[in-house]
């Protein structure tokens, strides 16, 4: 499975952003699909995941403000973020893991795609 993120940016402290990830592979429907993000001088942690099976989890940290959805025709799984804050700046990073199943540490995702850098001015 190849991943390639997409739609950082630069947003104002309460606006929204939109970001998608692209798949490529005939079995992505049966991934579960996350994302993390990573900011500057600390570790990679994770934001939301989905699977095709039993639904979508969120960092506690972020329910409310960011949503994750995929779609199984196109082969791509998007993070809507609003509400943003300054802290939410980082590299944002989808991920698959070849389970039904969530999971929140790194080393549970077999495949990443680059990054997308989102910066949330004040």
């Known amino acids: 499975v190849q991943l390639q993120a997409f739609g950082g940016g630069l947003v104002q402290a309460g606006g929204s952003l939109r970001l998608s990830c692209a798949a490529s592979?005939?079995?992505?429907?049966?991934?579960?699909m996350g994302w993390f993000r990573q900011a500057p001088g600390k570790e990679r942690e994770f934001v939301a995941g989905?699977?095709?099976?039993?639904?979508?989890t969120y960092a506690d940290s972020l329910k409310g403000r960011f949503t994750i959805s995929r779609d199984n025709a196109k082969n791509t799984v998007d993070l809507q973020m609003n509400s943003l804050k300054p802290e939410d700046t980082a590299v944002y990073y989808c991920?698959?893991?070849?389970?039904?199943?969530?999971?929140?540490?790194?080393?549970?995702?077999?495949?990443w795609g680059r990054g997308t850098l989102v910066t949330v001015s004040s």
């Open positions: 989905i699977s095709w099976s039993v639904g979508s």
């Open positions: 592979g005939r079995t992505f429907s049966s991934y579960t």
């Open positions: 991920a698959a893991r070849d389970s039904r199943w969530f999971a929140r540490k790194t080393y549970e995702y077999e495949y």
